[in-house]
């Protein structure tokens, strides 16, 4: 803003001084060379104002030392000094257009970039892109394998009768064949355009102009991404750019959630395939351990702890990239399953009841008996909450305490889990969701983890549509808030 300010008083400056120098004195300058100054400035403001304003005020100087009096040159002079200014306005204001039409669609990109949920991306595209072109409404449909269809992957704005009309043929919709074939196109009137196979279905939608543009990926066009204004020619030359450009980041995107799903399936197939052999692994050498098989000597019996130890934190670690991954890749398993949080909360806390005194660790629960029921998964929120709840357990020190709590707060429920144990240092809370990130003060002291829990909780969080706050000091303790939106979770 003070940039702009500054830009302001320069051209308001100059300006000036070109009105009262040119109105007070009388230039005997040919016409053309009075002006050539003065216009040279403007090459010089498209640059800088600085220089600009610098350089027209030498102008003007220069046009001052030469005057002699004739009023008769006083007009064109001053009409040529102000002409300079305003277009050299216009080109810094075009500038910082095309500035902000950058940054916009920086932003944007960011948002779209964000996400790797295969299921998430299409609605961050359709979003962004009617808030990038202020439209009405937007829709993306992909090419299907057989070449022949497209399939609706996400709309935003649109009627459900509206978007409820299965594949797309393509052979009978010039507009998609146009747009397939890498052009973009636009329907100004869908009321009068012929091009439009449905207008009075259009009409009843409140669809009056249509802006179509192609999703390229290197010379192959995957799908077409639309925009839809209720206002005939609505969209401008600045918004065809900017679609243009999302789309060619959407594109990336897409990329990007089909290669992260394909990791995850990999992932979990592989983890899978390891459970069982490492469960079979863990039996064995507890029956060895246990003496079954036959007496151990102690060298005998340290070797097998050791290798039970790193046996079961691998099958821990193994079970986390299974729920990781399923929750990643799945839907929430028991959708629109109507549940209470404080029975989940219950649950968890007599489960880790045993562990916690085993540690000498203080385990409460204080839910409000009134909460409302949420709606969503109790298998995925069960294991939210036991991640939780084991971490905090798990990095309490003897003598300490945790407290599982749920409550209603404001339009939501909130789920709250605090500690009184060793903390989070100040540089790991950005990258406490990372997958694998253990804190420093956690591999320090040598407790041992996967670095999975907290990124169950996100991911199961998220697609739950709840947010969750972390607040610690090392040392000291640490307290994570889950806030569950009324009516679902």
């Known amino acids: 803003m003070s940039e702009q300010r500054t830009e302001r008083w320069l051209w308001i400056g100059g300006t000036a001084a070109a009105w009262a120098a040119t109105t007070a004195l009388t230039p005997t300058l040919p016409y053309v060379t009075a002006v050539y100054c003065p216009l040279v400035a403007l090459g010089s403001l498209c640059v800088s104002p600085v220089y600009g304003a610098a350089l027209g005020v030498a102008s003007l100087a220069a046009s001052i030392a030469l005057t002699r009096g004739d009023p008769a040159h006083a007009l064109p002079v001053a009409l040529g000094v102000v002409g300079v200014w305003v277009a050299a306005y216009l080109a810094a204001r075009r500038r910082r257009d095309e500035q902000e039409d950058f940054e916009r669609i920086l932003s944007l990109v960011r948002h779209i970039s ?45 009627s459900r009768t509206y978007m409820d009309k299965g594949p797309v043929d393509v052979r009978r919709t010039p507009i ?75 594109v990336i995107a897409l990329r990007q959630a089909e290669l992260h799903r394909a990791t995850l399936t990999f992932m979990r197939k592989v983890t899978h395939e390891l459970r069982a052999p490492l469960a079979a692994i863990g039996s064995y050498l507890k029956v060895l351990l246990e003496g079954i098989a036959g007496s151990l000597t102690q060298q005998q019996t340290d070797m097998l702890r050791r290798a039970d130890r790193r046996t079961t934190l691998l099958l821990e670690e193994v079970n986390d990239l299974l729920s990781l991954s399923r929750a990643r890749l799945d839907k929430p398993s028991e959708a629109n399953v ?152």
Request: charged letters at 25%.
């Open 114 to 158: 964000s996400r790797l949920d295969p299921a998430e991306v299409p609605t961050a595209i359709v979003r962004t892109a009617r808030e990038a072109t202020g439209a009405k409404a937007s829709s993306l449909r992909l090419l299907a394998a057989d070449g022949k269809t497209l399939e609706l992957r996400a709309a935003e704005g649109l």
């Open 176 to 250: 998609d064949r146009k747009v397939l074939q890498g052009e973009i196109v636009t329907i100004h009137d869908a009321a009068t355009d012929p091009r439009v196979q449905y207008p009075h279905e259009a009409h009843e939608e409140g669809i009056a102009s249509v802006l179509c543009v192609p999703l390229k990926r290197k010379d192959d066009v995957i799908g077409v991404l639309r925009v839809y204004s209720a206002r005939p020619r609505q969209f401008s030359g600045r918004d065809v750019r900017m679609l243009v450009a999302l789309s060619d980041h959407a």
């Open 338 to 489: 109507e549940f209470r949080l404080p029975a989940v909360v219950d649950g968890v806390v007599s489960l880790m009841k045993p562990k916690a005194e085993a540690g000498g660790v203080a385990l409460g629960v204080e839910c409000a008996a009134d909460l409302p029921p949420l709606v969503g998964s109790p298998e995925d929120i069960e294991e939210l909450v036991s991640n939780l709840v084991s971490n905090a357990v798990k990095y309490t020190p003897s003598g300490g305490s945790v407290m599982a709590s749920a409550k209603l707060n404001g339009q939501g429920v909130l789920l709250r889990v605090s500690d009184t144990g060793i903390g989070i240092p100040a540089d790991d809370l950005p990258r406490l969701f990372n997958e694998f990130h253990r804190c420093t003060n956690v591999r320090q002291s040598g407790i041992e983890g996967t670095g999975l829990g907290m990124a169950i909780v996100k991911t199961i969080a998220d697609r739950h549509h709840a947010e969750v706050r972390v607040e610690s000091e090392e040392g000291k303790g640490t307290t994570i808030e889950v806030r569950f939106p009324l009516g679902r979770a």
